[in-house]
């Protein structure tokens, strides 16, 4: 089966840390503070795993430029070749500089590995998955060998079920491969159950299209401050989330269980996978006033085999009349959502929301939640800022 089509996975890197609109300033019907998207971005060596600037970048430039392939051949060559892996690192890293992409990614992940560097190798493995590196199932084997380094081996025995049911079928190689070493050797039992589930689901398309809908949402880097317009690269339609998927966005089905018209659904980040969960943020957008439509940031935890866990209304809102919600999520994965009252230029009840910016708005309330050891959000606490005050 093709996983996801290089264009599509790419499309998902636009939505790296993509925000909702910041209230206030009067540029459009949230007060949207657009970033710069005409200012040249240049990719420096540390920008290589900076999704913002890699969205930046890829939306500025939709085409591959020839550096970049000489330079990985280059480097493919100081690799493979000469053995030399500080010159082949270097090199794949000036490949992507040039132009991010797929096979620069995954080779830097392979040296990498061969430096025993591992959490760069992951870093690596999970940029060329997500710029649709082919195939799939190769890029899902690296990643169990790197987290049997890390000596992580829930996610490495998932890692190693995905690849064969994605089509990895060298089990020899499973078996002898001495990156796998640390999974089969002190955790016999977990390798053999994984390898037992993965063999027996191998057709389990079910599950592939988890991991092909999973795919297409890179992960973010913390904390994730949803406060800032992105502009339209948030929902550019080559960024939508099809309706193939909508087994897992329950909201592309009103009530009636038909489809659902007026709204549109796009791929934003991957907050956290764990061996409980994984968590996702997708954007739902109100088609009903073009471009300037309001947009709702939705947190939803699914099982490891994509199955629903639980979701929230995170940040923006679903329509004017609405608090507007901000917020930001920390890396122990506990997170804030400040709601806000907004003042419209002119009479929403008489002259609508289009062409209508917000002029003032207005704290109203903050809540704090978290993402627990399950999958589940949990409720921590709020307050308005009247008693924030006072307190």
Not at 60 to 65: D, G, R, S
Not at 104 to 129: F, I, P, R
């Amino acid at each position: 089966m093709k996983f996801v089509l290089y264009s599509l996975a790419v499309v998902s890197m636009l939505a790296s840390c993509g925000n909702p609109a910041v209230p206030g300033s009067g540029t459009g019907p949230e007060g949207n503070v657009a970033v710069d998207e005409t200012e040249p971005v240049r990719l420096s060596a540390a920008d290589l795993f900076n999704g913002e600037k890699v969205r930046l970048f890829l939306y500025q430039n939709p085409k591959a430029n020839q550096e970049s392939n000489k330079l990985f051949l280059n480097a493919l060559d100081e690799f493979k070749n000469e053995k030399n892996l500080r010159a082949a690192s270097e090199g794949f890293k000036a490949s992507i500089a040039a132009y991010p992409n797929s096979k620069s990614y995954y080779e830097l992940g392979n040296v990498c590995m061969e430096m025993k560097n591992y959490q760069g190798a992951l870093d690596a493995y999970s940029m060329a998955e997500k710029l649709g590196y082919e195939p799939f199932s190769k890029v899902m084997f690296n990643v169990a060998c790197a987290y049997s380094q890390l000596k992580n081996f829930p996610m490495s025995a998932d890692y190693l079920q995905f690849a064969i049911q994605a089509g990895y079928v060298n089990i020899d190689n499973i078996e002898k491969d001495p990156d796998l070493a640390n999974l089969r050797e002190k955790e016999p039992y977990l390798y053999k159950k994984n390898m037992e589930l993965a063999l027996n689901g191998i057709s389990d398309l079910e599950n592939l299209h988890w991991l092909q809908f999973k795919r297409t949402f890179v992960q973010a880097s913390f904390p994730i401050n949803m406060n800032l317009e992105q502009g339209k690269m948030v929902y550019d339609d080559k960024n939508r989330i099809s309706y193939d998927y909508e087994r897992f966005v329950s909201e592309m089905r009103n009530e009636r269980f038909s489809r659902e018209v007026s709204k549109g659904f796009y791929h934003f980040v991957q907050v956290a996978e764990t061996p409980n969960y994984v968590a996702l943020i997708y954007v739902i957008r109100e088609e009903f006033n073009g471009d300037q439509s309001p947009l709702t940031y939705k947190l939803v935890t699914f099982t490891k085999t994509g199955k629903l866990i639980d979701k929230k209304d995170i940040a923006g809102r679903q329509d004017y009349s609405e608090l507007l919600k901000m917020c930001t999520i920390n890396k122990d994965l506990t997170f804030t959502i400040t709601n806000y009252e907004t003042t419209f230029q002119k009479d929403p009840d008489e002259e609508g929301y289009y062409d209508n910016p917000i002029v003032s708005k207005k704290k109203i309330d903050t809540e704090r939640y978290r993402i627990d050891s399950s999958g589940k959000i949990r409720y921590i606490d709020g307050k308005t800022f009247a008693e924030a005050a006072a307190a």
